[in-house]
């Protein structure tokens, strides 16, 4: 399997910055994706990681380091439309294996 | 370009009943998989198929089930519904199904067994 970890909440205030980790197993490792999932939707595409470094969009970033079963989504800038559930998934094995998702909470 | 559409969007069934979800993925994505989502257990995967074959399947009964057609969209099945299958249904298409390229996420199907 892909064990997935993930923090379960995490609070910030509007306008600040957060940075949420994700550990995975490496084993049959193809790539590592971040979704956004506001409560009672789909979760929603934020970015895909399959080399080293770090990539940016807008106000959302992910890293990904593939020696150490790591990564992070960092976002700036909080709005309070960021408060979501954010969920790290690594994809091998033809399926996308899930952590059970960090809740960020963004706080005027 | 169309995303991925998913219907029916809410169903409510009985249980023992069957239901029948239906995916279309994105136009050019021949991989589709399937996921089931509870509060309880996060997002758990069913199956995957690409080009009409199924390459992996998740730990769940014999009672769910899939297939995919050649134009790509795909029909996953639950037979003998229990009141553990409400959830929200949801289907993922990609190019590959493997890495490589983006997965996008269809709204889901939000089953309820009564």
């Known amino acids: 399997g892909q064990n997935i970890d993930q923090p379960t909440e995490m609070t910030a205030t509007e306008g600040a910055i957060v940075q949420i980790n994700c550990t995975y197993q490496?084993?049959?490792?193809?790539?590592l994706f971040w979704y956004q999932q506001h409560a009672g939707e789909a979760p929603t595409f934020l970015s895909y990681?399959?080399?080293?470094g770090l990539e940016e969009k807008g106000r959302f970033s992910s890293f990904l380091s593939r020696s150490k079963g790591y990564s992070y989504l960092l976002l700036k800038e909080l709005q309070m439309k960021d408060s979501a559930s954010y969920l790290c998934?690594?994809?091998?094995?033809?399926?996308?294996?899930f952590g059970a998702g960090t809740t960020v909470t963004v706080r005027a | 370009k169309a995303g991925v559409t998913q219907t029916p969007r809410y169903l409510i069934k009985t249980r023992g009943q069957q239901v029948t979800l239906s995916c279309s993925p994105i136009?050019?994505?021949?991989?589709v998989s399937w996921y089931q989502q509870t509060p309880g257990q996060g997002l758990q995967f069913l199956f995957e198929?690409?080009?009409?074959?199924?390459?992996n399947k998740g730990n769940f009964p014999g009672r769910f089930s899939g297939r995919q057609f050649s134009n790509s969209r795909s029909e996953m099945n639950v037979s003998t519904l229990e009141l553990g299958d409400s959830a929200l249904y949801l289907c993922?298409?990609?190019?590959?199904?493997?890495?490589?390229?983006?997965?996008?996420f269809g709204q889901g199907t939000r089953l309820t067994v009564v």
């Open positions: 490496t084993s049959g490792f193809n790539g």
């Open positions: 990681n399959v080399l080293d």
């Open positions: 998934a690594s994809v091998g094995d033809y399926k996308l294996s």
């Open positions: 993922a298409s990609s190019f590959t199904g493997q890495g490589g390229a983006e997965a996008f």
């Open positions: 198929y690409f080009s009409e074959t199924q390459r």
């Open positions: 136009s050019g994505h021949r991989s």
